[in-house]
């Protein structure tokens, strides 16, 4: 028997949904993690969330739902990092397809957790599944508000978990803990965040790579691509809560429960009625794509590059490795060659 695991929002969410599942139980089999293929426009040309129809090589797992294999391959000009993932993660990483609307993706994460025998987790790293539409900082909600509406419409027993609250950078930490009085914590050891390091030293998810900053032990400021985070000691914690009070709290969910649209444009729709943000615009839209300069980090020297986050980060104690790329004028794909030319073995660099 096992759990199944929903990577509330895609794109880096399976991430930190393995380090909380490895926080939650301590059964040595992968966990299941059900996810969208919800891309970044640097990482796929092709809006909105994948499906099966974007991939090759998928393979069939439990309830016949399409898994990520290392072979899975999307088809250009879609781009994903999943089928990598699935090579870098120890975890089953299945494709949550919504392109069918809100009863079809209710009836797919059902037979997964049924086949599974277990209960549904839905993970979000961040806290932004707990919005009331209307915070400043809100950028991506739709996502999310489809995951718990679906998880809902299974009535399947669920819990929410929220990873980190705040780091995502859309509701701040005290809003988020006045939204979950009462709510017991986890706080994951640095073994459930090692899970995830292979995949961290690539991977440019932000959130995932600040909690698990976090859980390692780091405080102080961070400066991301679109906001700037204080790691706290609340950031390293797992919070849980049922998913009537998730759903409670998130308007776009109730209406989609309450209206049940039958398409994935009508539910964006929906979700934009409420909260002025379409679901299937990139969520990065404000940030331009910038084209790596000819010959990567060969040409920068460790100690110019420094000297130029430093300045750029402002008087912050860390940076993202995403942000240090964007600062420098790299591509999200020089990570790695930017780890290894600036020493850095962390999820996050230290400036100071």
Known sequence: MSDLYVAA?????PLGTLIAARTV???????????YAWERPQISDTPGPLGERHFTGLARSVGGAPAFTPGTRARRPAGSTLPRLAADLPARLLLLDPARGLSALAGRIGAMAEAAGGRIR?????GDILTHGDEPGLCSPFGDALTLAACHLTG????VHVAGPGLDGEIDERTLLARMPGCHALTPGPAAASAAARALAWHPSEASALWAAAVHGARGTVRAV????ELTGV???????PLDEAVAHNPVARALLAERPGTLEEAADLSHRLTGIHGLAPEDARTPRQDPPA???ALLDRAVAVKALREAAAGAEHVTFRYAARALGLAWTDIPALRELLGGDTPLLRLT
């Open 235 to 241: 950031s390293a914690k797992l919070y849980h809560l």
């Open 9 to 13: 929002g895609g794109g880096g969410d």
């Open 156 to 159: 399947i027993p669920t819990t």
């Open 122 to 126: 839905i993970v979000d790293i961040g």
């Open 295 to 297: 010959g990567g980090t």
């Open 25 to 35: 139980t301590a059964a040595p089999d992968p966990p299941l993690i059900a996810t």
């Open 226 to 229: 679109n906001h700037t985070a």
